[in-house]
């Protein structure tokens, strides 16, 4: 079965963060067996860094990376995690 891709419509500020919808994915997350990074900036306003330390507990061979930055962090910060993401698929690309 293919997820839903809109099972997180509507999540974010406003009271709209953790919806119904996005409650109810959270026991699907121990299903994600491919490794995962997970980047979260300490400063985003739309999804705080609470979310990403759930799913890192939730989801198995996950790694957590915290920038200082907000929610455009790959674009904003782009120069300071490319490495991180680089060394993270390097690190996957030797274990396979």
Partial sequence: ??????WCAGCGPG?????????????????????????????DPIIPVANARLMRRA??????????DGHLGLITSASDLAPVVAGFLGSQAHAG
């Fill in 1 to 6: 079965m293919v997820p839903d891709p809109s």
């Fill in 15 to 43: 009271g709209r963060w953790p919806s119904s919808r996005c409650r109810a994915s959270l026991p699907m997350l121990p299903l994600i067996r491919q490794p995962t990074l997970i980047l979260s900036g300490t400063d």
């Fill in 59 to 68: 989801i198995p061979h996950s790694q957590l990376h915290l920038f200082d």
